[in-house]
């Protein structure tokens, strides 16, 4: 009973019409206790799942796919392509290193890499909310503490969340403006309120929030790029920059956090250094040359036929594929909706007709690759020849449009060729659309009828492979009196274009994972569509995808999850605002055998952070 009084005491005493009154704060918090009130007494959690219930128990002592007896010390180099021109990951200007998110800088809870979506205790240690998921309170771990030893309060977590809310990336802003009130309950006691707002996710949102410090940043220069190394709670510390070169990261001895089951096995490098590559060859030349520790390999060529120099052969070097639980990645060739060219979906349509994935995987990939419509590929989620059911039909009938009836009763598919390289039914029928969406011949160039223009574009490119696909397509689209450009870019300059939306098209990949949430709206949202930093490169705006997405945050159980992410992937499938590519479900490993992992594997595939360097046989 002291307990629950001190707590509502407290909770009362933070209302201003109940200050200094500690007579009528005991009376409404034993009122409320008879009452059976849950909604701030809700006992609190070690950890929390999108759906259903954590699968390790209260007492788990490490995560499953982490050694707990994997030595410590050496370091890992690891490669990055690119430069980069800031240490602040949590802001749109710059190129920054993302690794500092995790490594430097810590969240409320850590995700559980075996589970869908399950956060377990971090920074945070308990979590408590109601059924309803109207509200979320964290309670602080005492012992956390910022590598200057000041303890991790709650104040740097309301901090962190109003600079993040006002000044963060577009994802940060939107995530965290769907707080209604946010309060220190005490010194190590945050509660946020969601007043209206129904987002299941979002208690899970805030418990990935990364938490900076106070103390030592200054919000007014907060959105400015900074090589200052920033001051976090994490395993590493940022110890050396060479700006456009490197960054060392050194293991904190002093981590306040070494002994938490969610870390235990994790993080035993004493010293981890990325380096960057601006070009593709030179950085796996360097990796030849055990200048690095490990790549993941995203050329299949090079996969096929780039790994025969001598350590390859004789066991100094490991490859591996690893196969994951998740959606298989996808890259897909993106059209800017708001360019008036592509804003008829008829155009979009007859240009996915015109993509020759068999002859490109044929003649570039050795066939390694596969290729599927929609956004969830190779998993449950996706819709792409299933037939809709119940559930998402209802979920749909709003919006009678939105879907073709070929991707609603599951019978459509991706285009195939010949693999000719001129396969003259797809010309025929992209013509045919073509002809419907305004265009004709003008010799041998299509111009739309009334205006005149002919009908051209750019790809923007910024890798080898990208560029290869690029003008393949390209030559496929001349054969039909499309003119395409091709132009290839430094990845600097590639991420400014496509954060502001500056192309005509793209290659893109959007990461899924089996619980997709927010980040939906951020992808393809219509509110994303206008805001510069977001990933709705295409630009759509479309009433049916923010419904959807929308449902899929309401679910409380799984089947009616799925169905709402089936839902939205066939409204994105309908609106052909992306050529699909291909797709792979491995991630290509290599890595020099000074560097070892763990047996398992987790559902989300590799992960450094679990690896050690093998130590020297004795004598050595």
């Not at 008879?34 to 950890?47: E, K, T």
């Not at 060219?341 to 995987?361: G, K, M, P």
Request: glycine fraction near 8%.
């Amino acid at each position: 009973m002291r307990k629950f009084e001190s707590k509502r005491i407290r909770f009362f005493r933070s209302i201003p019409r109940y200050r200094g009154r500690t007579g009528v704060c005991l009376a409404l918090a034993v009122g409320l206790l008879a009452a059976g009130y849950q909604g701030v007494a809700a006992n609190p959690g070690y950890a929390i799942a999108m759906h259903g219930k954590p699968v390790l128990p209260p007492d788990f002592s490490q995560m499953p796919y982490a050694n707990p007896d994997a030595p410590k010390g050496g370091q890992l180099v690891q490669s990055v392509p690119g430069s980069f021109d800031s240490l602040n990951p949590f802001i749109v200007k710059g190129v920054a290193l993302q690794q500092i998110r995790g490594f430097v800088v810590e969240s409320l809870m850590a995700r559980g890499n075996d589970e869908p979506f399950t956060l377990y205790g971090l920074l945070a240690d308990k979590i408590e909310t109601d059924d309803a998921r109207t509200y979320a309170t964290f309670h602080l771990n005492p012992l956390a503490r910022f590598y200057d030893k000041q303890p991790v309060r709650a104040e740097d977590v309301l901090f962190s969340w109003q600079l993040l809310r006002d000044k963060g990336r577009p994802n940060h802003r939107q995530y965290y403006s769907k707080v209604a009130t946010a309060e220190a309950i005490d010194e190590w006691t945050v509660r946020f309120d969601f007043g209206g707002t129904v987002d299941r996710e979002l208690p899970l949102i805030l418990g990935l929030m990364p938490i900076l410090p106070k103390h030592a940043i200054d919000a007014a220069t907060f959105e400015q790029t900074s090589m200052t190394p920033p001051l976090g709670s994490g395993p590493y510390r940022v110890t050396s920059v060479k700006p456009g070169a490197s960054v060392t990261l050194t293991r904190n001895p002093d981590y306040w956090g070494r002994d938490l089951p969610v870390n235990r096995g994790l993080w035993n490098f004493d010293e981890i250094r990325f380096d960057f590559y601006r070009e593709a060859n030179s950085q796996f030349e360097a990796f030849k040359r055990g200048l690095y520790d490990f790549r993941v390999e995203t050329e299949p060529l090079r996969w096929h036929e780039g790994y025969n120099f001598p350590a390859a052969g004789n066991g100094q070097l490991v490859r591996e594929a690893v196969k994951t639980g998740l959606p298989a990645p996808s890259e897909y060739l993106v059209f800017n909706a708001r360019r008036p060219i592509f804003s008829d979906i008829r155009v979009r349509e007859a240009l996915t007709l015109l993509f020759d994935f068999e002859w490109i995987n044929r003649n570039y990939f050795f066939g390694l690759y596969s290729r599927a419509g929609g956004f969830f590929a190779g998993s449950e989620l996706s819709a792409y020849a299933r037939a809709a059911d119940e559930g998402e039909r209802s979920l749909l009938e709003p919006f009678p449009s939105a879907v073709q009836p070929d991707i609603l009763d599951g019978s459509y598919r991706l285009p195939m060729t010949d693999g000719s390289g001129r396969d003259r039914e797809a010309l025929r029928a992209a013509l045919a659309l073509l002809s419907q969406a305004g265009y004709e011949f003008d010799g041998t160039v299509l111009r739309h009828r009334s205006t005149k223009v002919p009908l051209a574009f750019e790809i923007l490119v910024t890798t080898r492979d990208q560029e290869r696909i690029a003008l393949t397509y390209a030559r496929d689209l001349k054969r039909a009196g499309i003119d395409v450009s091709v132009r290839s870019v430094d990845g600097v300059q590639f991420d400014q274009r496509r954060l502001g939306f500056d192309f005509d098209m793209i290659q893109n990949r959007w990461d899924q994972s089996l619980s997709p949430g927010n980040e939906q709206s951020f992808y393809w949202g219509s509110e994303a569509a206008d805001t510069p930093g977001t990933r709705n490169y295409m630009g759509v705006k479309n009433p049916a995808i923010d419904a959807m997405i929308a449902a899929m945050l309401k679910a409380r159980q799984r089947p009616d999850f799925v169905d709402a992410v089936r839902a939205l992937d066939r409204v994105l499938m309908s609106g052909f605002y992306a050529i699909p590519v291909y797709n792979v479900r491995e991630q290509w490993i290599a890595r020099w055998n000074r560097i070892e992992r763990p047996a398992a594997t987790a559902l989300t595939g590799y992960l450094p952070e679990t690896w050690w360097r093998r130590p020297p046989k004795p004598g050595k």
